[in-house]
C-alpha cells in the first residue's frame, strides 16, 4: 500500500496544471483588423507570451483581416470566434446584431492626423483629399473630430484607402493631402518630413478605442471558451501596464519596431492598457460613430455589455472589479 501510495503521488505530480480534457484544442479565431497597430497589442502579446495556453486554449489564432467591417462580417458569421473591430462594429449594434463587449482592451484613440509639412491648420486641408477607410474608424473619428471644431463633413473629399501601408503609399504620391494613421505606422511618414497635425488622443481624452467582442451565441454555446481567453486578456493587459520592459518587449514583438520606437510608445500609451469596461465609457464610444449617422439610433450600451467575464478574471487574479 505504501509504494501504491508513492506511486500515485508521483503520478499527481507528473500531471499538468490543466488536465488535457480541461482544455479546448480545437482552433480559436481572434481577428484584428490590420498587424502591428498598438491598440492590438494584448491579443498579439498573449498569444506569444502563453497566456492562451496557460488558460486551457492552446490553439488560440490570432488572424489579420483586412479592415475593420472585413472583421465585424466575420465574427457576426461565426467564421471567428473573437474580433476587435469595436467601432464600425458599434453600427451592427445599432441595427440589433447580437454582439457582446467582454473587456476594453485600449483606451485612447491612437489615431493622428498626418499631412504634408505646409499644413498648420485643420481649416487648411479645405478642398484636398484624405485618406481614410469607409466603415472604419479613421472614417468616423476624422468626422467627428470636425464636428467638434464645427467644421462641415464636406469640406474635404475622402478617398477610402484600407490599410496603412496604401494610405502611407497615397501620402507619398501625392494622392491624398492627409491621412488618419496610427503608430508605429506613421513613423515613415513622420521621417519623411510629414507632421502629425492632431492627435486623437489629445482630442478625445479617455475614450475607449478597442474591445474584445464576441457573439451572444458563443457566450451561450461556449462560455467555458470566453472565459479562458478573457481571463488571458486580462493577465497581458496587467503585465504590459505593470512590466515596462515586457511591454516594450510586447509592443516591439507585435508591432516589429526596434527598442526604442517601442518605448517612446509605451510610454506615450501605457495608461490605455486598462482591463475595464463601462457602459459610460462604450457611450463615449459610441458618439464617434453616432456623429457619421444621418438619424440618431436608440442605442443602449447595458444591452450589449457582458462584464461577468472580466469581474471574474479580476477576482481570480487577486484585483478589484472596477
Known sequence: MKILGIAILALVILLPATPLSAQITKPVYISLPSAGNVQHVALGAAK??????????????????RGNSV??????????????????????????????ILVQIFNQIPFGLI???????????????????????????LIALLAKYGIAQNFAEYLNIPGDQAKTAALMQGRAAAALMSPPADRFLLKEGFKRLVYMGD???????????????????????VERVVKAVVKTLLFIREN??????????????DKEIAASLYDLMRDAYAPVLSPEGVM???????????ERPNFDPKAFIDDRFLKAALRSMGRKEQ
Request: aromatic share 8%; proline share 4%; glycine share 8%.
Open 48 to 65: 506569444y507570451k502563453g497566456f492562451y495556453e496557460e488558460m486551457g486554449v492552446p490553439n488560440a489564432q490570432v488572424v489579420f483581416l
Open 284 to 294: 463615449q464610444r459610441a458618439e464617434l460613430e453616432i456623429a457619421t449617422l444621418k
Open 244 to 257: 515596462r520592459d515586457g511591454g516594450i518587449e510586447a509592443i516591439m514583438n507585435h508591432s516589429k519596431v
Open 115 to 141: 499631412t504634408k509639412p505646409e499644413v498648420n491648420r485643420l481649416e487648411d486641408l479645405k478642398g484636398t483629399k484624405i485618406a481614410v477607410t469607409f466603415g472604419g474608424s479613421t472614417h468616423s473619428v
Open 203 to 225: 482630442v478625445f481624452k479617455g475614450v475607449p478605442f478597442s474591445a474584445l467582442l464576441t457573439t451572444a451565441k458563443v457566450i451561450r454555446e461556449e462560455p467555458d471558451l
Open 71 to 100: 472583421n465585424v462580417q466575420a465574427i457576426v458569421s461565426g467564421s471567428v470566434q473573437f474580433a476587435s473591430a469595436f467601432g464600425p462594429s458599434m453600427h451592427t449594434m445599432f441595427r440589433g446584431e447580437q454582439l457582446r
